[in-house]
């Protein structure tokens, strides 16, 4: 039987192609962009709960998050870079491509997180300390770190479920099921560490349980119907011509988001220099400026998958108009969200500091740098929805590596080691990191537009 679409997912296809540009991104990244951000804010709470527990237990949630990232990047690497081949499919018009490869994704995706779960779950003490995860954090978090490992098994699978309906131009419907999740999540937390007195475990247990959830929405709509974008076990294929460029697409993102997770983790490391809760202040930090860049991120996604349909549509016109306007987009996000966090940042800081003066002004010291990066993240986030689209996810790969391995790390190593700035240098190097990657990433966008024009004459 021949794959074939919905009314509703014909009808946005057509908006893609020829609805007004600034419309589309607005319409399909705005959700995306909500999304993110409730994410953001879930993580937040999971930090002031944790900090309800702890200071040292924001530090072990902080640590632990980023090794749960690493993990992750699998996952995630896979989802963005499968995802895109079928946005690509779904506007070059081949639908039974669009079945196979969604099949085929749920499938690889599955496979690779029991093999991950299996490989570290006898090994996680071990796994921990050769990550580098002090000892303080690893008797206070191995036992959430466990069930997170599971946790991301699930979120595996949702991954690719957010995917392919970020393909067909479900934004709401994503909004909408998280929603749901993150409300689940808080709920199921706050019971369980303000009623129950629960610990970490159980911080991670809601967690999977909310996740959970999504996976039960994911189930209803992409395994119980029949579209080209359900799931169907006589759809799961490793043909090259099928799985190959989904392949070939994710590896590059996989390492990104892989080695960027694991530098990050070298940045933790490092920050203990200045004692265990520099890391939770740094995290407390990230997660200030995850308001801004998680739905720069947002947009990124919902341009990356427009990108790629016109792209496959042969409509090279609206790539670029994409582009453009979600940098303007992004850009403007960035300057009034991290103008608002600074106006209201003592306050922001009172939310995580345990009641410890010394912690809160850590994280005051840190944002005040980080949130100068805001601007220039939402540039970075827009070239990243163009190469994306475009397939040139080696390129993501060189600008995400750059970021933390040439402008953070070694950054970091000479502010601590060849200056007098003491804690603030944990906030420079971000700053400073963040605004050289978005030149880098400005310079490979001028290179990447001009070979399109040229390639593509119009």
């Known amino acids: 039987m021949k794959a074939a679409l919905s009314k509703r997912d014909e009808k946005y296809l057509q ?7 600034w419309k589309v991104i607005l319409m399909i990244g705005t959700p995306l962009a909500l999304y993110q951000g409730l994410q953001q804010v879930f993580s937040i709470l999971d930090t002031m709960m944790a900090a309800h527990i702890s200071k040292e237990s924001v530090s072990a949630v902080a640590y632990l998050s980023q090794l749960n990232h690493l993990l992750s990047a699998v996952g995630g690497g896979l989802a963005v870079g499968a995802g895109i081949q079928i946005s690509r499919a779904f506007g070059e018009g081949n639908y039974d491509l669009v079945h196979k490869r969604v099949s085929s994704l749920y499938a690889i995706s599955f496979t690779v997180g029991m093999g991950m779960v299996m490989l570290i779950l006898p090994f996680t003490n071990q796994f921990l300390k050769l990550a580098g995860t002090p000892e303080t954090l690893i008797a206070v978090g191995s036992r959430y770190f466990i069930v997170q490992l599971f946790t991301m098994v699930i979120t595996f699978l949702n991954n690719v479920y957010i995917a392919v309906e970020r393909a067909r131009g479900n934004a709401g419907r994503i909004f909408r099921l998280n929603l749901i999740v993150i409300a689940l999540k808080l709920s199921l937390t706050a019971i369980f560490v303000y009623i129950l007195n629960g610990d970490l475990v159980m911080i991670g247990l809601a967690s999977l349980l909310s996740q959970l959830s999504l996976f039960l929405s994911a189930l209803k709509n992409s395994f119980f119907t029949d579209s080209a974008f359900s799931f169907s076990m006589k759809a799961i294929t490793m043909n090259s011509e099928v799985t190959g460029p ?5 590896w590059p993102v996989i390492t990104e988001k892989a080695l960027f997770s694991f530098g990050k983790t070298i940045v933790n490391s490092m920050c203990t220099l200045y004692g265990d809760t520099m890391v939770g202040a740094m995290g407390v930090s990230n997660n200030l400026g995850g308001i801004t860049t998680n739905p720069q991120n947002g947009y990124q996604e919902g341009a990356a998958s427009i990108i790629s349909q016109n792209l ?16 303007i987009v992004n850009m403007i996000l960035g300057a009034v969200i991290s103008s608002l966090e600074l106006w209201q940042l003592d306050a922001l800081a009172s939310l995580f500091d345990s009641g410890s003066i010394e912690f809160h002004n850590m994280i005051m010291t840190v944002y005040r740098f980080e949130a100068l990066g805001a601007v220039p993240l939402g540039i970075n986030a827009s070239v990243m929805a163009l190469l994306y689209g475009l397939g040139k996810t080696k390129l993501t790969l060189v600008i995400n590596l750059a970021r933390v391995f040439v402008f953070r790390i070694p950054v970091f190593w000479f502010l601590q080691n060849c200056t007098n700035f003491g804690e603030a240098s944990v906030g420079i190097v971000m700053m400073v990191s963040n605004i050289s990657v978005a030149v880098l990433s400005s310079c490979i966008a001028a290179f990447v537009i001009h070979e399109f024009k040229i390639t593509y004459v119009f």
């Open 15 to 21: 908006k893609s192609l020829n609805d007004k540009m």
């Open 246 to 250: 989904m392949i070939a697409r994710s």
């Open 312 to 327: 496959g549509a042969k409509k090279y016109k609206r790539v670029l108009e994409a582009f453009y306007a979600v940098l």
